[in-house]
DNA sequence: AGTGTAGTTTATAATGGTTCTAAATAAGTG
DNA sequence: CACTTATTTAGAACCATTATAAACTACACT
């Protein structure tokens, strides 16, 4: 099992439900985004069983942790993830409430001419708000 | 009174607690990010009394309709606002949990390549995640 | 294989920011 | 002043997320 290795390697013990969560959220062609809610929906969907919210929650928070998911900075009351964890932007339609993709060779490079003393830039993040 | 115009020009009756609200929103020299319950707390401090966390939350909501008050993209389970409506980007300090503000000269042009069809772009907002 | 320990899952409760409700109050209009 | 409509308010409701604590499971060690 692929999945096995990856979540040793992190520490992480491999349960069968943080396997089936792997096996929902990596064993597709393309990347998505998500929240927890349509996460847990899509894993009763697949794989016609359900994990509770709380395992839901923490392994995607511990996916997350080590580098298997990221957060997306949006306005919304729910948290989007991304199982996209390469540097990349978003669109985010504001009639429809998605995010769309942007590829980093969608966006020129940025710079950012300011310096914050002791501090060091981790990443750069563009949300583009589309409208009709 | 400088508010009640800019009030009126909205729709919005210049009423006691939205005037006092603009007081502390747009009497200062320098904009700055806040939450609700910060400002509420702004209130009770300037003001020496209390306006009914829901008129807050209406009054923020209505500004932010007619443009005088900003959402930033943010995660965080509390909604972040700014009185600086032009066009800028933040730096997010991690591990203060705090914003910066990115004047627009900070940042070098951004250009979006890819196009979404029947979309025009709103806004283009960058955050810059900083860590120690 | 059996045992012990630490990690994990689970249902459920608690939390907390935000929104809703409906009654009281205030503003604008004639 | 009388009337209509907007606004304020306290409190309830909502809902995503986090905490709790008991049951369960993986794994290391004999």
């Known amino acids: 099992m692929k999945y096995i290795d990856k979540l040793r390697i992190s520490g992480l013990r491999p349960t069968k439900q943080r396997i089936q969560i792997c096996e929902v959220l990596f064993n597709t062609e393309k990347t998505f985004h998500f929240t ?25 928070h511990a996916f ?7 957060r997306i900075p949006l306005n919304s009351n729910q948290t989007y993830f991304d199982t996209n964890v390469t540097n990349h ?4 339609d504001l009639k429809e409430e998605k995010l769309i993709d942007l590829e980093n060779s ?9 310096k914050i003393n002791g501090k060091k830039i981790k990443s750069v993040e563009v949300l ?4 009709d």
């Open 128 to 131: 583009v708000k589309l409208e």
């Open 36 to 60: 927890i809610n349509e996460l847990e929906q899509k894993i009763r969907n697949k794989k016609g069983n359900k994990i509770s919210l709380a395992t839901v929650y923490n392994t995607v």
């Open 89 to 92: 932007h978003h669109f985010y």
């Open 64 to 70: 997350e942790k080590n580098g298997y998911l990221k």
């Open 106 to 114: 969608d966006v020129g490079p940025i710079s950012i001419k300011r």
